[in-house]
């Protein structure tokens, strides 16, 4: 019954979410992505994709089952979330969650897209190779377009902190559900979800 209700949140906050970003997210002049500092690593979420593309997608960074809110993720749109250097996991929810498992160095940016993932219902933060060793690598015509054709959002900091706040538990909840599904994967298909410093990029923009 708990899953149930997890499950039921889920779904209709993302038929919310999808009507009312805009409260918590404000788009970035410019529409471009700055260097990271010394200090800090860029992850740049994306999202492009026509399937259930009405809905909205939930992001977090999560340290030792701790959840810091990133913020959502529309269709058409991307997010360049800066964090610490080293191992990190982060997941994304939908209609249900899945996440990506990171080693990130610092003054790098990394790019990642939020793929529909036929097997779960939900939607899969996937590297972006540099090495083109998988289906999703910066040589593709369609990373530019990602890039390019997304709109970049930023997070406004007092209403997102009180949004997580009132939201902090459910999502907890669901993540402890679906990690756990998530440690029955192959070491393999871990690896596949893994973000290492050697896909670290950085776009010419100019």
């Not at 909205?56 to 997010?79: R, Y």
């Amino acid at each position: 019954m708990k899953i149930v209700k997890i499950l039921f949140f889920t779904f209709v906050t993302t038929f919310i979410l999808s009507g009312c970003v805009s409260d918590y997210m404000v788009k970035v002049p410019g529409n471009k992505i700055n260097k990271p500092v010394s200090d800090k690593a860029t992850i740049v979420f994306m999202r492009s994709s026509f399937v259930s593309s009405a809905l909205s997608v939930t992001l977090f960074e999560v340290n030792d089952g701790n959840l810091s809110f990133i913020g959502f993720l529309p269709n058409g749109s991307k997010i360049a979330y800066k964090t610490s250097p080293g191992e990190k996991v982060y997941m994304a929810v939908g209609y249900a969650a899945d996440f990506m498992l990171a080693n990130v160095k610092a003054g790098q940016t990394y790019y990642v897209i939020v793929r529909p993932n036929w097997g779960t219902g939900g939607f899969a933060p996937t590297p972006i190779r540099t090495n083109g060793t998988t289906d999703y690598n910066t040589d593709i015509p369609a990373f530019k377009k990602w890039v390019n054709g997304t709109t970049l959002y930023a997070t406004k900091p007092i209403e997102a902190a009180e949004w997580f706040e009132k939201n902090k538990d459910t999502y907890l909840g669901i993540y402890a559900n679906y990690w756990a599904r998530f440690q029955t994967k192959t070491p393999n298909e871990k690896a596949q979800r893994t973000l290492t410093f050697l896909d670290a990029y950085e776009l010419n923009q100019e």
